[in-house]
């Protein structure tokens, strides 16, 4: 599979937002039906990055960048619940967010805790436009709030 050319960094920056799109989908995909990451990351590299499926193409992405989240945030899923449910509201749990938000802040948590590379703003920024493309605005501002909130414990 060809990789994007990320040499500018608007090449750079559209093929990580690609890769945390489909991170969120393949997190979704492994929570629903239990694919193991291995298979997963095989389909997306074969069949979904940068493919064309039913009339959508889909961007290329920065595939080793995908990779990185959705192994990473499937190895540290018990670290990164743990702190998603400490920033939720009194009465609430993990268990009452549907999966579509647990994949969205697992890869955003991932990536505040594992990729001291990518600059805070941009990272919840980027996951806030990935929970757009689900959701409406107030979903949005929750993604924002969580991982503005997660950001300041872990990113002093």
Do not use: C
């Not at 559209?14 to 629903?32: D, S, T």
């Not at 239990?34 to 961007?59: M, S």
């Not at 647990?102 to 920024?125: C, F, H, N």
């Amino acid at each position: 599979m060809s990789r994007p050319a990320t040499n500018t960094p608007a090449a750079r920056t559209k093929a990580r937002a690609a890769a945390r799109l489909a991170a969120v989908q393949a997190l979704y995909q492994h929570e629903m039906e239990g694919t193991a990451i291995p298979a997963l990351l095989h389909e997306f590299h074969q069949h979904r990055l940068g493919a064309t499926i039913e009339d959508v193409e889909y961007a290329d992405a920065d595939v080793d960048f995908f990779d990185d989240v959705v192994k990473g945030a499937d190895a540290r899923r018990d670290e990164i619940d743990a702190r998603i449910a400490g920033k939720l509201a009194k009465g609430w749990s993990l268990d009452r967010l549907d999966r579509p938000m647990k994949a969205i802040l697992r890869a955003g948590t991932y990536e505040l805790l594992a990729r001291a590379d990518v600059p805070v703003g941009a990272a919840i920024s980027e996951y806030v436009d990935v929970a757009h493309a689900f959701y409406e605005k107030r979903e949005a501002g929750f993604v924002n709030g969580l991982l503005d909130a997660i950001a300041k414990e872990v990113r002093r």
